[in-house]
């Protein structure tokens, strides 16, 4: 598989092509810290683009004419090409051709870049409409995080902790995988979210508009993972019970609401961005 791995700022990323995905995240004393693909999920740090979550039906409709995708879109299981490596950054890109423009029918650049500096490893997910028309898009990272954090941590004594008090009511989805219309009391006690299996049971816990812009998952006695945002205007926390991950997803768009069905162009959430624009959002992980 064709992979490059860049070290700094006391971490090593591995990313591979395929994807455009971080397959690897170690600390200085080589610990890894990312999910390893395991069968009961076997990917890593999904890149979500261009839609995130779930469309009705797997359905997106634009001009009376509808095609098919599944959740998250088709990003995360196409082969991207390398532009830049070195020994501390990498910088993949997608773009449109035939197979994409066969379920989505939009001219687009997708650019990824990792880059560690500043005591973390930071991400970059850029898009540029490269057509002549409005481009509609939704991009997000989902990356999976080893949960116990060590070897032998009870689940039930991690915690994630907000970089603000987060009083705002929570998200949910059907069992489709589309957006409830009610909002639910959250489980964040003040800044504080005492993790255990069960917050899983209902599919992920989505905040749609967070107060934060970081939050740090930790261990007792044990290591910590910073995750930063900027551009990612909602924020998805997800598990599957019974499997050891825990995934910090800054979004940039959700699913689509139960009762939606229209064009995709009036889609919630999206980005609209014009011919020959570009929007960019960031997430940076550091490990303590």
Same mark, same amino acid.
């Given at each position: 598989?064709?992979?490059?791995?860049?070290?700094?700022?006391?971490? /090593?990323?591995?990313?591979?092509?395929?994807?455009?995905?971080?397959?690897?995240?170690?600390?200085?004393?080589?610990?890894?810290?990312?999910?390893?693909?395991?069968?009961?999920?076997?990917?890593?740090?999904?890149?979500?683009?261009?839609?995130?979550?779930?469309?009705?039906?797997?359905?997106?409709?634009?001009?009376?004419?509808?095609?098919?995708?599944?959740?998250?879109?088709?990003?995360?299981?196409?082969?991207?090409a390398w532009v830049e490596r070195t020994a501390t950054l990498c910088r993949l890109?997608? /773009?449109?051709?035939?197979?994409?423009?066969?379920?989505?029918?939009?001219?687009?650049?997708?650019?990824?870049?990792?880059?560690?500096?500043?005591?973390?490893?930071?991400?970059?997910?850029?898009?540029?409409?490269?057509?002549?028309?409005?481009?509609?898009?939704?991009?997000?990272?989902?990356?999976?995080?080893?949960?116990?954090?060590?070897?032998?941590?009870?689940?039930?004594?991690?915690?994630?902790?907000?970089?603000?008090?987060?009083?705002?009511?929570?998200?949910?989805?059907?069992?489709?995988?589309?957006?409830?219309?009610?909002?639910?009391?959250?489980?964040?006690?003040?800044?504080?979210?005492?993790?255990?299996?069960?917050?899983?049971?209902?599919?992920?816990?989505?905040?749609?508009?967070?107060?934060?812009?970081?939050?740090?998952?930790?261990?007792?006695?044990?290591?910590?993972?910073?995750?930063?945002?900027?551009?990612?205007?909602?924020?998805?926390?997800?598990?599957?019970?019974?499997?050891?991950?825990?995934?910090?997803?800054?979004?940039?768009?959700?699913?689509?609401?139960?009762?939606?069905?229209?064009?995709?162009?009036?889609?919630?959430?999206?980005?609209?961005?014009?011919?020959?624009?570009?929007?960019?959002?960031?997430?940076?992980?550091?490990?303590?």
């Amino acid at each position: 598989m064709d992979r490059h791995s860049i070290t700094g700022s006391g971490l /090593t990323a591995t990313v591979q092509a395929d994807g455009a995905e971080l397959c690897s995240l170690q600390d200085a004393a080589g610990r890894e810290m990312l999910w390893q693909a395991h069968p009961a999920w076997p990917r890593h740090a999904p890149v979500l683009f261009p839609i995130v979550g779930t469309l009705k039906d797997n359905r997106l409709l634009h001009r009376g004419r509808a095609y098919t995708m599944g959740r998250h879109g088709f990003a995360r299981d196409r082969r991207f090409a390398w532009v830049e490596r070195t020994a501390t950054l990498c910088r993949l890109v997608l /773009t449109d051709d035939a197979a994409t423009r066969a379920v989505y029918p939009f001219a687009f650049r997708l650019e990824v870049t990792y880059a560690v500096n500043g005591g973390g490893l930071e991400i970059t997910f850029a898009v540029t409409n490269t057509g002549d028309e409005i481009l509609p898009a939704s991009m997000g990272a989902h990356p999976a995080f080893n949960w116990p954090l060590r070897p032998g941590a009870a689940k039930d004594a991690h915690l994630l902790v907000f970089s603000a008090d987060e009083p705002w009511p929570i998200r949910r989805v059907t069992a489709e995988g589309l957006l409830r219309p009610e909002a639910l009391p959250s489980p964040i006690e003040g800044r504080v979210l005492k993790l255990h299996e069960g917050l899983f049971a209902d599919d992920a816990i989505i905040l749609d508009r967070p107060a934060s812009n970081a939050v740090r998952f930790t261990a007792p006695d044990g290591p910590a993972i910073d995750v930063v945002w900027d551009g990612f205007p909602e924020l998805g926390i997800w598990s599957r019970p019974g499997v050891d991950l825990l995934c910090i997803e800054p979004w940039r768009g959700m699913s689509s609401p139960v009762a939606f069905a229209g064009e995709f162009m009036e889609k919630p959430g999206l980005m609209l961005i014009p011919p020959g624009a570009r929007r960019a959002a960031m997430h940076r992980i550091s490990l303590g």
